[in-house]
């Protein structure tokens, strides 16, 4: 068991009851997996913290124009490379436009950034 498991077990009654009556533990998740989730996952951590000033749009999947100070805070806010818990949600899931299907490059993330790298991938 990992350590998200054993706090909700330790700070959840349901989910103790649960382990108890059943020998069920609470299920790890992944965030939802979107393109522009994808795209940042594909990039170093010193690839992304270059991208600065990033603003969602529909063109990036979802559905709000929230702005971002670089590419790692945006990757955060999306889930990073954490679990979560089946009964967790983030925010981004809820603004995250499920229909899109678009395989999103660099340069389509540069569009929306105050200051991109010169050339994608450095």
Known sequence: MNSKIMKELATNPRAQMRFQTTGQVPRLRDPLDTPLRQLLLTMSPRDRIQYRGIRLSPKLGYQNSQQFQNGEQLFRWLGGSDQLLERQTLPSE???IRSFQKR???ADLA???????AEPGL
């Open 94 to 96: 809820a603004w995250a």
């Open 104 to 106: 999103l490059t660099r």
């Open 111 to 117: 569009e929306h950034c105050a200051q991109a790298p």
